[in-house]
């Protein structure tokens, strides 16, 4: 009988990153894959999964406006345990650090499902920072069998962590593989930006940089575009309202400041090639930018994304109005500066991760 693997997925970047394994997995043929959408996001959720063609087999449709991290966390909880009986997978694949991520892990753990961790690894060292990300990878990881590590630097965190390395393997990160397969089609222009303008794109969503910290950073984004007139800034706006109704009051109605709806995966990936500086907190983003080449100025105070920032391609300014001006201003002034950072080093991985991870699991599943 065909091994079940059943892939989970709950917001905007564990579809990006999940895909890839979700459509090698079903080309391979050895198991019966199915896909559990817990729809932590649901439009943005939907954005991807619509891109990839992937429809999920069952869809808990969790999202509230605005929820917080208890009502989510256990509404997930005590919702996955049923999905799981019915489903009874023989491995649930997870990927990344979310809310779904490690509520699946923990009712696969109850119900004493092996579990396989896409993008294992990843620490800051800091339980705040991202929070509450850095503890649901570190459940995440404690409760896997497999863990699927992106990079050397992401092995050796677990290694000192004491897990056994029979359990843990290098495959790169699948957002290169997702990122492979769409930048090669041919992408829309971003809307509502001038030849001859220079572009900074923008993403924020961080719950640690929510408040003084997010005000600091449109402040920032505003004194950039006021700095520079051949500069436009588009800035696809995360819907959680923290963010958004802050972005607008702040941000709109500037003549050189686009704030728009989260963009498909394909328009924002236009949007990275055509950009000439991201400003960014996400975590996708960080993988991503270097791959297109594009200079990243961090605005965390920490980054489980060190490879990049090693090799000189992304910079982590943290959330403060003045690194963030006195970088992008003088990435957009100073072109050595600019060169330096727009090398095209790509330290997330070479797009053949999923196809890695269903070798090991195939190997360790069916022999
Ligand atoms: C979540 C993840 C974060 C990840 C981010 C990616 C947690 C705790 N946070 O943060 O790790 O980096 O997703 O974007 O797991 N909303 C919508 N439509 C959507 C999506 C969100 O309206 O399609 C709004 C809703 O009001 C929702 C709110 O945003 O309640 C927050 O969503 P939530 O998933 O709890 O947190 P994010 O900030 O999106
Ligand atoms: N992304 C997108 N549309 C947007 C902004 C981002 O498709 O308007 C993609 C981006 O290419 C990356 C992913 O979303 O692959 C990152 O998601 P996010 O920043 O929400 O989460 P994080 O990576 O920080 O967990």
Redesign the pocket.
């Known amino acids: 009988m065909k091994k079940r693997i059943l892939c989970v997925v709950g917001?905007?970047?564990e579809a990006i990153k999940m895909a890839p394994v979700i459509l090698a997995l079903r080309e391979a043929h050895w198991a019966d894959v199915r896909v559990l959408a817990t729809a932590?996001?649901?439009?943005?959720?939907d954005q991807v999964l619509d891109v990839f063609g992937i429809v999920p087999d069952v869809d808990m449709d969790i999202?509230?406006?605005?929820?917080t991290?208890p009502e989510?966390t256990s509404r997930l909880l005590a919702e996955l345990d049923g999905v799981l009986a019915r489903e009874a997978p023989d491995v649930l694949l997870v990927q990344g650090?979310?809310?779904?991520v490690m509520t699946a892990s923990l009712a696969a753990f109850y119900r004493r499902i092996h579990v396989g961790h896409v993008e294992a690894g990843l620490r800051t060292g800091d339980m705040q920072n991202p929070f509450?990300?850095e503890m649901?990878r570190m459940v995440a990881g404690r409760l896997s069998r497999w863990h699927f590590a992106p990079t050397t630097s992401s092995r050796d965190n677990l290694l000192r962590e004491g897990f056994d390395q029979v359990g843990v393997h290098v495959t790169g990160n699948t957002v290169i593989d997702a990122l492979k397969t769409v930048v090669a089609r041919d992408l829309p222009a971003p809307e509502g930006v001038q030849t001859g303008e220079r572009l900074v794109l923008v993403t924020a969503?961080r719950?640690e940089n929510f408040g003084a910290p997010f005000r600091e950073i449109c402040r920032a984004i505003r004194e950039i575009a006021d700095r520079h007139d051949d500069v436009r800034v588009l800035y696809p706006v995360?819907?959680?309202?923290n963010v958004s109704e802050v972005a607008h009051e702040m941000l709109s109605g500037h003549a050189r400041i686009t704030l728009c709806a989260p963009l498909d995966y394909l328009p924002f990936v236009a949007a990275m090639k055509r950009a000439d500086l991201i400003l960014t907190d996400s975590?996708g983003v960080q993988e991503e930018a270097p791959a297109l080449a594009k200079p990243v100025l961090v605005m965390r105070r920490e980054t489980e994304r060190p490879e990049a920032v090693a090799e000189g391609v992304v910079k982590l300014v943290g959330p403060e109005y003045g690194p963030i001006v006195t970088e992008a201003t003088r990435l957009l002034g100073d072109a050595n500066a600019y060169a330096e950072m727009a090398k095209g080093v790509s330290p997330y991985g070479d797009g053949q991760a999923s196809s890695r991870i269903v070798s090991i699991l195939r190997r360790d599943l069916v022999g």
């Open positions: 917001t905007r970047p932590q996001h649901r439009q943005m959720l999202m509230r406006p605005n929820q991290l989510l650090d979310t809310t779904t509450p990300e649901n969503h719950r995360h819907p959680n309202p975590g």
